[in-house]
């Protein structure tokens, strides 16, 4: 028998869900229209997509919502790569204007240098190229903007970085599928999208959507990172599988991309990130900095090769 405190909990629970799911259909219509909208203009020869000057490849790292994991993962990625293939330049943009964390992270600060040609010099740590809307506003700033700024900021980040000659740009995403995915997606050529989820359901339809959308810009999706997947007792070297098993592996199977691998919930991880000092550069020994390198091969891996020369300056 259900008592009323019973009923009022189904129907708030109800009443959440059935709004989570409208709110899903309208940003997915929007999306799609959007999409739809720029196929014709594709077709009519609009709009051009212009490769950043001197990159030759951008990998996207994105994720379907916020606090799964991938602004770590897209440094510890971008620093995997320098560090699996010496030599290879690697640069990291921030494209989360809302919530710029890369600074953070990369233990940065400071404001950028003009180039000669009024471009913006980025900031460098750990040999890899770093910009970020952080660099360029104070820290409450970005909250409060809006549409036309964010397309505009946006646009600075990508035409304005003097990069020099990059072999990767990796872009830290933000969140879900707005108006800075189809920004990005529609003005340069991008190699491929990683994309970020942790083992909760909720998280995982999110990156089903978030794959489904970035194939539909012909976006390839390279495969999926499941973060904080599995957590090891520092002390006996338990496994537990707190968020749940064999998910990302679940819709991996059903939209038919790989798994990139595999990163443990780790105490590690999560001090050397906020102190700035990521795993892969502060403890390129450990398990957990091996799990990001063996990523970043695999990313490598699945890049298209590029022969050509580096793009020229516009
Ligand atoms: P997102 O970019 O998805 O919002 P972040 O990369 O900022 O997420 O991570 C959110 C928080 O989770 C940070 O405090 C970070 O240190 C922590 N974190 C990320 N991945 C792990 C992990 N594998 N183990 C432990 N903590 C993690």
Not at 46 to 73: D, I
Request: charged letters at 20%.
């Amino acid at each position: 028998m259900t008592t009323p405190i019973h009923e009022f909990l189904i129907a708030m629970f109800l009443s959440l869900a059935v709004r989570r799911c409208l709110t899903i259909l309208r940003e997915t219509k929007t999306f799609l229209s959007t999409v739809t909208g720029q196929e014709e203009l594709a077709k009519r020869g609009l709009p051009h997509k212009w490769p950043v000057a001197g990159v030759k490849h951008v990998v996207l790292v994105a994720s379907g919502k916020g606090g799964v994991g991938k602004s770590t993962t897209a440094v510890n990625l971008a620093l995997g790569m320098s560090v699996v293939q010496r030599g290879l330049s690697v640069g990291l943009l921030d494209a989360d204007v809302y919530g710029p964390s890369l600074p953070k992270l990369m233990n940065l600060s400071g404001r950028p240098e003009l180039s000669p040609q009024d471009r913006m010099i980025p900031l460098v740590n750990y040999g890899i190229k770093c910009m970020s809307m952080g660099f360029l506003v104070e820290e409450s700033a970005p909250i409060v903007w809006r549409g036309l700024m964010v397309m505009s900021a946006i646009q600075k980040l990508l035409r304005q970085v003097d990069w020099g000659e990059l072999d990767i740009l990796v872009i830290d995403m933000p969140p879900g599928t707005g108006d800075t995915q189809l920004t990005i997606t529609q003005q340069i050529p991008i190699s491929g999208v990683v994309i970020v989820t942790t083992p909760q359901d909720l998280a995982l339809d999110d990156a089903t959507r978030g794959a489904e959308m970035f194939r539909r810009v012909n976006v390839p999706v390279l495969g999926v990172v499941e973060n904080m997947s599995g957590y090891i007792c520092p002390k006996c070297g338990h496994l537990s599988n707190v968020f749940g098993m064999g998910g990302a592996k679940k819709i991996a199977q059903q939209i038919n991309v790989e798994i990139l691998g595999e990163v443990p919930l780790d105490l590690n991880i999560c001090k050397t990130s906020d102190k700035g000092q990521p795993i892969v550069v502060s403890r390129p020994s450990s398990p957990q900095a091996t799990v990001y390198k063996d990523i970043a091969t695999r990313v490598l891996e699945l890049l298209p090769s590029y022969q050509d020369p580096f793009p020229q300056r516009q």
